[in-house]
């Protein structure tokens, strides 16, 4: 079983910065993807992006690439979303994941382990 904690989330200014982490606990860290998504209210959660088990790899929703950078340390078993140039249509519950694969994926049925959240809000 794995345990995700978030934080860092808070109320930010368009145009800019927060930095998301989430601490696992439970199986090793360094054998899984991790993933972050995001809730509007009233919408669907989407995945914001996602990273191999090393770190070597990473993927992006269009809506944020070039804005956010996902990263992960595996001897602090953390990975983090750096979120810069943020808009008010960030604005939403972000949760990170941790997958079934190694690799990254799109796929949030691969996403078995989830973080309670951490709300993010941008204001124009």
């Known amino acids: 079983q794995v345990q995700l904690v978030e934080s860092g989330g808070g109320l930010v200014q368009a145009g800019g910065s927060l930095k998301l982490s989430c601490a696992a606990s439970?199986?090793?860290?360094?054998?899984?993807?991790m993933g972050w998504f995001r809730q509007a209210p009233g919408k669907e959660r989407d995945l914001v992006a996602s990273?191999?088990?090393?770190?070597?790899?990473?993927y992006y929703a269009d809506s944020v690439k070039g804005r956010f950078t996902i990263s992960r340390d595996n001897a602090k078993d953390t990975v983090y979303l750096q979120m810069n140039s943020l808009k008010p249509e960030d604005t939403a519950v972000y949760h990170c994941a941790g997958a079934r694969t190694m690799g990254w994926t799109t796929r949030s049925v691969e996403y078995a382990y989830w973080g309670q959240g951490t709300q993010v809000t941008v204001s124009s």
């Open positions: 990273i191999s088990w090393s770190g070597g790899s990473t």
């Open positions: 439970g199986r090793t860290f360094s054998t899984y993807a």
